[in-house]
Nanobody, 125 residues
Framework: QVQLVESGGGLVQAGGSLRLSCAASGRTFSNYAMGWFRQAPGKEREFVAHISWSGRSTYYADSVKGRFTISRDNAKNTVYLQMNSLKPEDTAVYYC??????????????????WGQGTQVTVSS
């Protein structure tokens, strides 16, 4: 079992930045690759970014590429999502998730085993 707790969400103006954190506890964090997803009101949950267990491989949704950066610190059992140049369309609840498919690109939510409770990000125009 892996417990995930997100933090760092909030209200920010367009063009601003936020850094989300996801703290893991339970089983060995470094055994899991991690992803960030988001869900806006009335929309399906969508893939944002993925990072391999080692941190050497990362993938991003086209909508956030060049603006968001996923990283991890296995010593701190934490994965991060640095979000820059935020847009109103980035407004959503952001979730972190853990998986062990051993693939470098895991964009589908059903492939993830554990989820956090989410943190709200609101970007005003």
């Amino acid at each position: 079992q892996v417990q995930l707790v997100e933090s760092g969400g909030g209200l920010v103006q367009a063009g601003g930045s936020l850094r989300l954190s996801c703290a893991a506890s339970g089983r060995t964090f470094s055994n899991y690759a991690m992803g960030w997803f988001r869900q806006a009101p009335g929309k399906e949950r969508e893939f944002v970014a993925h990072i391999s267990w080692s941190g050497r491989s990362t993938y991003y949704a086209d909508s956030v590429k060049g603006r968001f950066t996923i990283s991890r610190d296995n010593a701190k059992n934490t994965v991060y999502l640095q979000m820059n140049s935020l847009k109103p369309e980035d407004t959503a609840v952001y979730y972190c998730a853990a998986e062990r498919t051993y693939s470098d690109y895991v964009p589908h939510s059903y492939e993830y085993d554990y989820w956090g409770q989410g943190t709200q990000v609101t970007v005003s125009s």
